[in-house]
């Protein structure tokens, strides 16, 4: 383990009540919030959402129960279920029909999860990256504290459960670089380069992380929501090597690019980390961009097969080989699509002589699991996304504006036209093809 300084593992910044990033994150001010809220609501690419039913395949608790040890199940969006020494732990669980603090507006599921919240097992633990809408869910976490016996959050994120009704002793709250031990697992709440708010009014009140998860000889990194930043290498030389890295690669767009990474930075972040496998998470399951929502899969997949050619096995035995140009690789599970929720992946390397990871991990997924070659430069766009209230309020107002403004009726078409082009003009915006 290589050695830091104390400023490089210093605790996070808080002034007059608000949490910041290690290094400056510029805001965007009202003006450009109200751009963006203007191209959610009249010139959102078609694309961004499933025209079809996703395939999910269904999880039974049996078949948890009967998973070998680190085992991996992806739930959608940045949920997964970690197996390991017997025990499950979860990763900000969202079940919830809509990532919203409404029930009747806000992004919307592509896909049910592949198990209820009722069928889980008993969880040892609960790891909470931060508390926008799409990684805390209020009504998944009371249903989950009764079965939960640990629920690990970042600063002021604890107190928030308490107040659903968590008892108090099972929830451990910590800072940048504070670790804790359940089960004789080690978990470190790393920086990441993002923000919190579930309202108007708590903007940065409580801390965002990722996590490290140390169970022996192996290593896991989540990252929760991210933009790309240094802090990335300095995880990396503290607690790399990273068996397995869970990488937000999603949401993404060049009108907010700090918080969140374009897939480039994501494979970047993960050649910091010294991963060696890279499971695409924040993807598949919310529309909460203006990417198609499959787009996350084929740019990852893409820039893991140009940097180094992976053979990609699913556990029902249907192989699946790169394309004879060594440029991109295609995973097929089960002869359905491969983002399809509760897909269960063997990941195996080409070279037989090296330690081979899937005998220690079986990845479930709705997205694709990558090792990209650790020598390959990779440069980092310089990208990020909306979140927070951002992502609630705006996304449920553009929707019932949208509605209310959108009736089935020619007169009404034409004063949208109208209400849109005037828009355009006062925001200097074009419309993007769709």
Known sequence: ???TSSQDTAPAEQAQGQFSNGTRVPHGGFGKTLGIFWKMLFHKPRN???VREIPVQPLTREQLLAAPDHSVFRLGHSTVLLKMRGKFWLTDPVFAERASPFSWAGPKRFHQPPISLAALPPLEAVILSHNHYDHLDRKA????????RYFLAPLGVGDTLVKWGVDASKVRQLDWWEGTEVEGIRFVATPAQHFSGRGLFDSNQTLWCSWVMIDAARRIFFSGDTGYFDGFKRIGEQYGPFDL?????GAYNVDWPHVHMQPEQTLQAHIDLRGRWLLPIHNGTFDLAFHAW???FDRIMAL?????RVDY???NGA???????GTRARVVAGGGDSRCAGARLKLRRRTPSENDFSRCFSVATSGRGVRPDHGTAMKGVLSGSLCGWGDAMIFCFAQVIFQSLCPQTRLHRLRLREVRRYGDQILGRRQPPC
């Not at 976490?141 to 939960?148: F, M, N, R």
């Not at 893991?304 to 180094?308: D, I, L, V």
């Open 319 to 325: 192989g699946v080989q790169p394309e004879s140009t």
């Open 141 to 148: 976490v009371i249903q989950l504290a009764d079965k939960t």
């Open 48 to 50: 961004t959402r499933p």
């Open 304 to 308: 893991a097969a140009g940097a180094q």
């Open 313 to 315: 096995h699913a556990a």
């Open 245 to 249: 890295t869970l990488m937000e690669t």
């Open 294 to 296: 499959h787009e996350p």
């Open 1 to 3: 383990m290589a050695t």
